[in-house]
């Protein structure tokens, strides 16, 4: 006969707060299990409880967590738990927002939240981009400071053409990358 087991999952995302409300509904829910860790959100692979977690679950188990954004940070990251959970025959159970993927209703509702989330995810990107764009338009640079300026562009090929300079000798003289003068020795 199968074990079905109740398993919570609670994540805080830094060492400043507490599992505490977290852990006082998953236990008040009944878990008998409870995976917790004091970890940022947005890497997978930066959550090793929620890992060991999905590891542990088994065929006919429930699983716990008081809001989604304590399991995943992404829609894209929901989704592949989601799908994770659905192969492995697994129930999700979301207290605070009221889910329940065992019942119709709590598919559903799971399912519109996930496509709600995307959303307004494609909508702060396209805000984003469009920012970015009016930035541009200002004048202003993205992206990490040139590491040389024109003139000394010009003194890198003038050593490097003239003066036959090593282009590790170069980088030494000038205190940057041998990169940087290989990109500046192509340079127009």
Known sequence: MMS???????????TGQSLDVQLDK???YG???????KRSGRQADSRPELQ???????????????????MARSVLDLAKIADQLRQKGVTLKVLDQAIDTSTSEGKLMFSLLASFAEFENDIRAERQMDGIAKARMKGVQFGR?????????GRIKTLREEESFSVP???????VGVATVYRALKLP
């Open 4 to 14: 079905v087991t109740t398993v919570g999952y609670a994540r805080v995302s830094s």
């Open 26 to 28: 998953l236990n008040a």
């Open 31 to 37: 878990c008998t299990k409870v995976f917790a860790e």
């Open 52 to 70: 060991a977690c999905l590891t542990f679950l088994r065929e006919g188990d429930t699983l716990v967590i008081t809001k989604l954004d304590r």
């Open 145 to 153: 400071k040139q590491a040389l300026t024109a003139e000394q562009i």
């Open 169 to 175: 000798q170069i980088a030494e003289r000038f205190n």
